[in-house]
């Protein structure tokens, strides 16, 4: 054991700390799934507010404000589903502004409650109304940017949103793996993250492929056969009933579809097996690394790198805990059963009371 040296580097503010978050080399799920494939997991929830979307947020805010749109003092108003609100938040803090947040009632409290410490105004709207709803999460925020000195960076569609990862994370990854990648596989959420890596990916490497993963009930993937009718989900964060302007389908050479049972189970598996303190998308990417995988025979010296969007923490309440697993039907409650404890198979009958019958007298 040799503790890793600190960094030399005092960091000025919170932001410089966001990337350069490593690749952990996962053992015992691809084993126990039989596959010989290198799988690295890219470590996106150890950006300081514990998710990809701190480059998002930093780099819509320092954009527009450099466009001269902002200015401190003024008031963000974003629709998100508390990721990319976290990093707007580090950053307006940085900077000096102040915060909106417009919400799915779906998403975790927890997110909710850390926009809130952060500084920032919390509205939630019914998670299962479409995106133009005027009183969806979206339309609310519309609203609300139309305010003076109120502006709505809208991460659906503003550019930066891919340009950070075009600029910084798809250049990390071709440099840790020193050019040596087989395959990305990211989960689509507004497709920030999928058009900015998978643009830089077919500029530098053109032999790699980019994989999609949606979740069932979502409308993204291609072919549209693929996805079924719309439905809801409880996975957070990716997905979507529409296709958002940021997101170029085109550089996706593969689509696979994953639903929340195997997105839960195997973001849980992560935290038990490989010590990754992940969020649910995080699951559902890896679920769809190994479809893929299994699917295209994919063997010894191939290199997959997944993404691990967010952290355990944002979901404590939710699939992290078992007891919401049993509640909504993703674990069942002889789970729960443990063979070594005394009264295991003991039946309640038997463990009932009776009272002694009274003495003749």
Not at 21 to 47: D, H, M, W, Y
Not at 163 to 190: R, W
Not at 310 to 316: C, L, P, Q, T, W
Not at 330 to 353: E, G
Request: net charge neutral; aromatic share 8%; glycine share 10%.
């Amino acid at each position: 054991y040799e503790p890793r040296s600190l960094p030399k580097k005092i960091f000025n503010n919170v932001l410089e700390m966001i990337g350069n978050t490593p690749l952990v080399r996962l053992k015992k799920i691809p084993q126990a799934e039989g596959l010989r494939c290198e799988i690295l997991a890219s470590c996106e929830f150890l950006n300081p507010g514990g998710s990809s979307k701190d480059r998002v947020g930093w780099r819509m805010v320092f954009d527009t404000q450099k466009q001269g749109k902002i200015k401190p003092g003024d008031t963000l108003v974003e629709p998100t589903s508390g990721n990319t609100g976290i990093g707007m938040a580090l950053a307006a803090i940085t900077y000096g502004y102040n915060l909106i947040f417009t919400m799915p009632e779906k998403i975790s409290e927890e997110k909710a409650d850390l926009l809130r410490a952060l500084g920032g105004k919390v509205h939630r709207a019914p998670s299962e109304l479409d995106h133009d709803h005027p009183d969806s999460y979206a339309g609310i925020a519309l609203r609300l940017s139309q305010q003076p000195n109120h502006y709505m960076l809208n991460q659906y569609i503003n550019p930066s949103n891919a340009l950070a990862h075009y600029d910084a994370t798809a250049e990390e990854l071709i440099e840790q793996c020193d050019g040596k990648i087989d395959y990305v596989v990211i989960a689509a959420g507004t497709g920030g993250t999928i058009t900015g890596i998978g643009r830089k990916i077919r500029e530098k490497m053109p032999n790699c492929k980019i994989v999609a993963v949606d979740p069932v009930g979502s409308l993204q993937a291609l072919p549209g056969t693929l996805n079924g009718p719309a439905g809801s989900f409880k996975i957070e964060g990716i997905g979507n009933d529409y296709i958002p302007m940021v997101m170029d389908r085109s550089v996706v050479d593969y689509w696979v579809k994953t639903d929340d049972q195997e997105s839960f189970e195997m973001a849980r598996r992560l935290i038990r097996e490989e010590g990754l303190l992940v969020g649910g998308s995080s699951g559902t990417t890896l679920a769809g690394v190994i479809k893929f995988a299994k699917e295209h025979n994919l063997g010894e010296g191939v290199r997959i790198v997944f993404s691990c969007p967010d952290g355990a923490r944002n979901y404590i309440s939710k699939f992290v805990s078992t007891g919401w697993m049993i509640d909504n039907g993703f674990t069942p409650v002889s789970s729960l059963k443990d063979p070594s404890h005394p009264l295991n198979n003991i039946s309640w009958s038997c463990l009932l009371y009776t009272s002694p019958s009274p003495r003749d007298s």
